[in-house]
Nanobody
Framework: QVQLVESGGGSVQAGGSLRLSCAAS????????VAWFRQAPGKQREGVAA????????DYADSVKGRFTISQDKAKKIVYLQMNSLKAEDTAIYYC?????????????????WGQGTQVTVDS
């Protein structure tokens, strides 16, 4: 069983930065993909960024390209999301998810394991 624990959320002014962390208890396979999703009130959960454990390749949503960076510490099984130039529209609960590397990275259904979420609030 994979357990994911997020940390690093909080409140920040627009233009500021936050770094989220996702610590995994284990991975079931080297063919693991970890992603960050977010969900704002009244909106669907959307993919933000993903990273592949094997080769550290990454994917990003267009809305965060150039502002957010996903990275990992493979030895510690921690995935980070560095968020810069934050905007009010980035306000949401951010979830870490892990699963196999098959299927679209931005589809929540392709991830078997989820963290509890961490709130990010950006004040304009």
């Amino acid at each position: 069983q994979v357990q994911l624990v997020e940390s690093g959320g909080g409140s920040v002014q627009a233009g500021g930065s936050l770094r989220l962390s996702c610590a995994a208890s284990t991975y079931t396979s080297v063919n693991t993909r970890v992603a960050w999703f977010r969900q704002a009130p009244g909106k669907q959960r959307e993919g933000v960024a993903a990273i592949y454990f094997a080769d550290s390749s990454t994917d990003y949503a267009d809305s965060v390209k150039g502002r957010f960076t996903i990275s990992q510490d493979k030895a510690k099984k921690i995935v980070y999301l560095q968020m810069n130039s934050l905007k009010a529209e980035d306000t949401a609960i951010y979830y870490c998810a892990a699963g196999g590397a098959e299927g679209s990275w931005f589809h929540p259904g392709n991830f078997a394991y989820w963290g509890q979420g961490t709130q990010v609030t950006v004040d304009s």
